[in-house]
């Protein structure tokens, strides 16, 4: 789900691996992007490592 926001801020929220998943897309400048990812289980707990992992998979993506 794309949640409504400006034109500089975009979020998406959703669920993998059955956790909730909320990641922030923000453009810094014409060439920057940044990227703001957080993972938590059913319990509420943060999964730093599914985050991090998910941080890496975007990276990769706009990289191509």
């Known amino acids: 789900y ?3 926001g400006t034109n ?3 979020s998406l ?3 993998v691996n059955q956790q909730n998943v909320w990641i ?3 453009a810094v400048d014409g060439r920057t992007t ?3 990812t957080q993972a938590r289980s059913s319990w509420g707990v ?3 490592s ?3 992992e998910l941080d890496k998979e975007i ?3 706009l990289s191509r």
């Open 2 to 4: 794309i949640t409504p």
């Open 13 to 15: 929220e959703g669920k």
């Open 59 to 61: 990276a990769l993506q």
């Open 8 to 10: 500089v801020v975009r």
């Open 46 to 48: 943060s999964d730093v």
């Open 34 to 36: 940044q990227v703001e």
């Open 24 to 26: 922030r897309v923000q």
């Open 50 to 52: 599914l985050a991090s």
